[in-house]
């Protein structure tokens, strides 16, 4: 008698990675995002701020924050059996935006964080995907204490084209990071076939 395969015995499913990018300026909560979804132990490049650092490093709003991202944050999320997202988050201050060329590359789409109390913070970072073509959308992390804005109000603030979605999220909390990266792998899907489409008409 021959058996058939089983559920169990199913070969597992080769699953495609893909490769996103959290960016946004310094202390929006790039390394706690990945940090709160992340199936590995996130792999972190933090250095303690120091005195030294005082008159540049501008930590009004996040005055708990003791540690910097000097390099990159990388973690693991398997969204579906089949799709798998690894995360690379850059380090938000100025003097370490050298590194996020290498970190873009081959990236399929990007998560820019923002914070309302300090929106200009992320300018830097929409004008980087924009001018590479990147595909993007906009992740408003709600920390306690900032006043809520409307979407809408957000969006113009901010310049965003009309394509470039915007989402509420919370960087701490798991379920809602999960639903911002499916928002990012989404928009960069659409973004990618529009392209294709528009190369072959
Ligand atoms: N209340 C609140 N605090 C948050 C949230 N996200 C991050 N924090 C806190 O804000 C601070 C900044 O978080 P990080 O995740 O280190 O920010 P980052 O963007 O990685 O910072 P850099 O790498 O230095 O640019 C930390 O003290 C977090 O505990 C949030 O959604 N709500
Ligand atoms: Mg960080």
């Given at each position: 008698m021959i058996f058939g395969r089983s559920e169990r015995g199913k070969p597992p499913v080769e699953p495609v990675t893909l490769k996103i ?16 979804v992340s199936e590995i132990r996130p ?31 990388f973690g693991r999320i398997t969204l579906r059996e089949d799709l798998v997202l690894y995360l ?20 399929l ?65 798991r379920e809602?990071?999960k639903e911002?990266l499916i928002?990012?792998v989404q928009?960069a899907m659409?973004?990618q076939a ?8």
């Amino acid at each position: 008698m021959i058996f058939g395969r089983s559920e169990r015995g199913k070969p597992p499913v080769e699953p495609v990675t893909l490769k996103i990018l959290v960016a946004g300026g310094f202390g929006v909560g790039k390394t706690t995002l990945v940090g709160a979804v992340s199936e590995i132990r996130p792999l972190r490049t933090e250095e303690l701020l120091t005195e030294a650092g005082r008159p540049v490093d501008d930590t009004s709003g996040v005055e708990g924050k003791r540690t910097t991202t000097v390099a990159m944050d990388f973690g693991r999320i398997t969204l579906r059996e089949d799709l798998v997202l690894y995360l690379f988050g850059t380090p938000g201050q100025e003097r370490f935006w050298f590194m996020w060329d290498e970190l873009s590359e081959g990236a399929l789409g990007a998560v820019v964080l923002a914070d309302t109390r300090r929106l200009e913070d992320c300018f830097a970072a929409v004008d980087y995907f924009e001018r590479r073509s990147i595909p993007f959308l906009v992740g408003v992390n709600c920390f306690e204490g900032a006043s809520r804005y409307p979407a809408e109000d957000i969006r113009q603030a901010l310049d965003l084209d009309d394509g470039v979605p915007l989402l509420l999220c919370d960087a701490r909390d798991r379920e809602s990071v999960k639903e911002t990266l499916i928002g990012v792998v989404q928009h960069a899907m659409a973004y990618q076939a529009d392209r294709r489409q528009t190369v072959t008409t």
